[in-house]
């Protein structure tokens, strides 16, 4: 088994048609493994979101570096991974993997069993993408293993 991180995800999106929510890229000597997301939104009415789990070749950018990440066992080895949060301009696709019709009234996410997580390439990794143009406050996670 790889060692284990976590992200907390805070972003406030503006309405871009297209974005990258999070960008989990993994660095040029480990895999990732995602594990499971969450994301839940401080909207108080309904309002569909269309959004899409994905693999990427290359990071967004206009976005923010996340600094956070938090090991679930502190004597797993040091970070090479690096997320990104709130790219307006996606990070460049290679392959869809889920997609989700959102309305923000509950959470949305997915954890994975350890059959159908999926693994990166070293310098690949994996976006969630909002296809909508909308103004929303999110809250969530990214946990994934790095092997």
Known sequence: MGDV?????????????????????????????????????AAVAAALIDINLHR?????????????EELADELSGALTASVRTEDTTPGTDA????????EQLGPVGHVFTPE?????????GFALTCNTAIVATLSGYICWEEI
């Open 95 to 102: 392959g869809g993997l889920m997609s989700y019709q959102w």
């Open 116 to 124: 159908m997580a999926p693994i990166s390439k070293v310098s690949e």
């Open 56 to 68: 990427i070749s290359a990071v967004g950018s206009v976005g923010a570096a996340s600094s956070t």
């Open 5 to 41: 991180y976590y992200q907390q995800i805070d972003i406030t999106i503006a309405s871009d048609a297209t974005q990258d929510l999070w960008s989990l890229f993994a660095g040029a000597t480990r895999k990732v493994r995602l594990l499971g997301w969450e994301l839940t939104s």
